[in-house]
């Protein structure tokens, strides 16, 4: 609950992914790329 009292979501002149060089990937992609390699 304490963590729900301090807002947590970026502000909009803040740099997004494309500005900062990430691609976001999804859970089941990550996932399926790690088990892959084991």
């Keep these: ?3 729900m009292q301090v807002d947590n979501v ?3 002149e803040m740099p997004g ?3 900062l ?3 976001p ?3 089941e992609d ?3 790329e790690i ?3 084991h």
């Design 35 to 37: 088990l892959w390699d």
């Design 25 to 27: 990937h999804s859970v």
């Design 10 to 12: 970026s502000s909009p």
């Design 30 to 32: 990550m996932l399926q």
């Design 17 to 19: 992914f494309g500005e």
């Design 1 to 3: 609950l304490e963590l």
């Design 21 to 23: 060089g990430i691609s």
